[in-house]
């Protein structure tokens, strides 16, 4: 399951992915706001597609926006479990699913263009994580630093 949500910045960008989704017969959930909520925070969507994506098991991918990604990226690396980054291109939205196993992308809502958010999107959500020794050591060392926060 694919769960997906914005602030404001990225409400509109959210909207045309929806579509996208819609489109590709791709299964979603949005757990944002439903219409453009202009005083909206993005910790507490963040907080929601968290708690989605961490129930919903090993196969549950989550996609936040806001403005620059940043936020939503930061907010939701706060919670265990969570392996978050930013989709600036189509190479970081590849290595961060297969080197990382990252299981959020976050993107830029008032940046990206809606045919290049598309592209990083599936590319995301069509590359699987490669299971090398070495990233599977390192996420292990990423989940040592968890325990000790």
Do not use: W
């Not at 757990?31 to 549950?60: A, N, R």
């Not at 999107?121 to 070495?134: A, C, N, Y």
């Amino acid at each position: 399951m694919i769960y997906i949500g914005a602030d404001h910045a990225g409400f509109e960008l959210k909207e045309t992915l929806k579509d996208f989704f819609r489109l590709q017969t791709i299964e979603f959930e949005d757990v944002g706001q439903k219409t453009m909520e202009p005083g909206d925070d993005f910790p507490i969507i963040t907080h929601k597609l968290v708690e989605k994506v961490l129930s919903g098991g090993e196969k549950s991918l989550g996609i936040l926006l806001c403005g620059t990604g940043t936020g939503v990226c930061i907010a939701a690396n706060k919670h265990k479990g969570i392996r978050a980054g930013i989709g600036y291109n189509l190479a970081a939205a590849e290595t961060m699913r297969s080197e990382d196993d990252a299981n959020i992308l976050c993107l830029a809502g008032r940046v990206l263009q809606p045919d290049f958010a598309r592209a990083i999107v599936r590319k995301f959500l069509d590359t699987k994580f490669s299971g090398e020794e070495r990233r599977v050591r390192r996420l292990k060392q990423i989940e040592e630093c968890e325990s000790h926060s």
